[in-house]
């Protein structure tokens, strides 16, 4: 670490006097292919607060975990108050008082704020004083917190604290560790609009003690309630930078973030006629809470037609992942109607409501989808094991069960040492093969994917494209749930987009679809 400005750098000495942060040319990779990032410049400015914006997948989460030491750039170079760093792990970058807060909660919720705030610091006095006077530790995080202007109870037990409480505590957490550059990804992405009034003001306090702050957050909106400056990513690249955020409105700010795309969907040969549309899936005014307890969709209406795919945009978080849940049993509804080829299946159980014909290709592949410890066969039969064929009064089909796997391992090009080898052998894309195959084999009139190429690389992302297509093509009816709209404007008939829980907009023809306006949906400008 520390390697010192050379020669070639592109960094003026102006810069590093202004700059508390220098990132050039940033490239990463992720094993298995995916280009996250493709040469990314990005700065931070000494007591500034910034937004990094950007659509589900653009490469902020990447970015910042670079900066923050959990990453290593494949290529680039990071400077941090004027010296060239390569940083091994978050502490060498907790080292130059760099700190991030994760999308997702880091805290142990057994324990107390004040134990939270401690956990880890790498002084043996507070490990000391951790063990010999927890009332002296809870006064000292209390006063702390108060100097800070963020106060809390440093006795009060995590679990038991909202989202904008635990926020910050992890906040905290990072300024007791002297951090000055504090990175903070999507943090309001699961707070109430009275938390995130609370977060700002906070935030505008620590920029106001000299703290330099990274937003990463999908709405424009507060982006520009916040901001100094603003950088919007867009598949792994600078999209834009933005001096003077009081320049520009919501709507060029989503304008930047979705960027110019043209929605060139793929050939229809095949296609059912628009004029016979037979429902395949009807969700009426429906209501689902998430795990909090909190209201995730609310009135929502959705048609699916046999023989279309119906395309979900959204940003991540807007109430998807629970209308799935819904529609397949795995969560019980406060309200509404949900009917399945005829049936309705509100409230059902799981099993009842695949066997009228439901496919799911599911986001979370390894928890969801496969049993990793099981084998190649297994896994594919799963869902058919006890029935006929291959189950014919209670005798399992061995031979039966070994053929018709390596069928599918052919059909569906999947690269497996074998089949008998454990699922967790194989890479992402030929779970998700897997997955397609097996769910295929069933028959199913209606399929639901979420995200169903996330992580996957160019190759296995055609296939599954190709895949649903060709169901389509067969009048299966297709519920195509993603965050990546380049994904949704190819493969979709109709687009539903769906915000704060609700479907806001359908658009029938694609084709004509004006984008500016499908993004100012999806961001919730319009509503
Ligand atoms: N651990 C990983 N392995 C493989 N690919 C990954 C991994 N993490 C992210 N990716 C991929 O890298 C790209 C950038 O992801 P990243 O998480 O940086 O985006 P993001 O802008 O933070 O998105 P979001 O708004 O959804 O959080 C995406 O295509 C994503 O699928
Ligand atoms: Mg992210």
Redesign the pocket.
């Known amino acids: 670490m520390g390697a010192g400005l050379t020669m070639q750098t592109r960094v003026s000495g102006r810069e590093l006097l202004r700059d508390v942060v220098v990132m050039e040319g940033i490239v990463k990779v ?3 292919g ?1 280009v ?1 990032l493709r040469g990314v410049d990005f700065s931070l400015r000494y007591g500034e607060i910034h937004c990094l914006l ?10 910042m ?1 670079i900066l923050a030491g959990s990453l290593r750039p494949d290529l680039g170079r990071v400077v941090v108050k004027g010296e060239e760093v390569r940083f091994r792990s978050p502490a060498d970058a907790a080292k130059l008082g760099i700190g991030m807060v994760h ?1 997702h909660f880091s805290l142990i919720p057994s324990f107390t704020v004040a134990e939270n705030i401690v956990l880890g610091y790498p002084e043996e006095g507070v490990r000391q004083k951790l063990k010999l006077d927890i009332e002296v530790l809870a006064e000292e995080i209390r006063r702390f917190s108060e100097d800070v202007g963020l106060p809390v109870n440093p006795n009060a037990l995590t679990r038991e604290l909202p989202a904008g409480m635990k926020q910050r505590v992890e906040i905290l957490r990072l300024l007791y560790r002297r951090a000055d550059v504090l990175i903070l ?2 943090p309001t992405s699961i707070l109430t609009p009275l938390e995130v009034g609370e977060l700002f003001k906070a935030l505008r306090k620590l920029k106001a003690q000299g703290k330099t702050i990274v937003l ?1 957050t ?1 709405k424009p909106r507060e982006a520009l309630a916040i901001a100094d400056r603003i950088t919007v ?1 867009r598949r ?1 690249r600078v999209a834009a930078r933005i001096e003077d955020p009081g320049e520009i409105d919501e709507s060029g700010l989503a304008e930047l973030i979705v960027g110019e795309r043209v929605a060139t969907s793929v050939s229809k040969v095949g296609n059912l006629a628009r004029g016979v549309r037979r429902p395949a899936l009807t969700v009426k005014d429906l209501y689902v809470l998430d795990d909090r307890g909190v209201e995730a969709v609310k009135g929502l209406d959705l048609e699916l037609y046999e023989g279309e795919i119906l395309g979900v945009a959204g ?2 978080g807007n109430g998807q992942r629970e209308l799935v849940e819904a529609i397949l049993g795995l969560r019980r509804p406060v309200k509404g109607r949900i009917t399945l080829l005829g049936v309705e299946v509100t409230g059902k159980p799981v099993g009842e409501v695949i066997s009228l014909g439901l496919a799911y290709i599911p986001e979370e592949r390894l928890l969801r989808g496969v049993s990793t410890e099981l084998s190649v066969a297994e896994n594919l039969v799963v869902k058919q094991y006890g029935k006929e064929p291959f189950c014919r009064r209670y005798l399992i089909n061995v031979k039966l069960i070994k053929e018709f796997a390596r069928g599918a391992v052919r059909e569906y090009n999947i690269v497996a040492p074998d089949i008998n080898s454990p699922v967790k052998f194989l890479s ?1 894309g030929n779970i998700q093969r897997l997955i397609i195959a097996r769910e295929l084999s069933l028959n199913p009139r209606v399929v639901i994917a979420e995200q169903p190429t ?2 996957l690389d160019v190759k296995a992302t055609n296939f599954v494209h190709e895949k649903l297509i060709e169901l389509r093509n067969r009048g299966v009816a297709v519920l195509l749930i993603s ?1 990546d709209l380049d994904e949704i404007l190819k493969l979709s008939d109709r687009i539903a987009v769906i915000s704060g829980g609700r479907i806001v907009k359908v658009y029938d023809c694609v084709e004509a679809i004006d984008l500016r306006e499908l993004s100012e949906y999806m961001l919730g400008i319009r509503r």
């Open positions: 992720y094993p298995g995916t996250a950007g659509e589900n997948g653009a490469g902020k989460t990447t970015l975990k999308q990804d999507e990463v999908h990513l792994g940003v991540v992402g996330a992580g965050a």
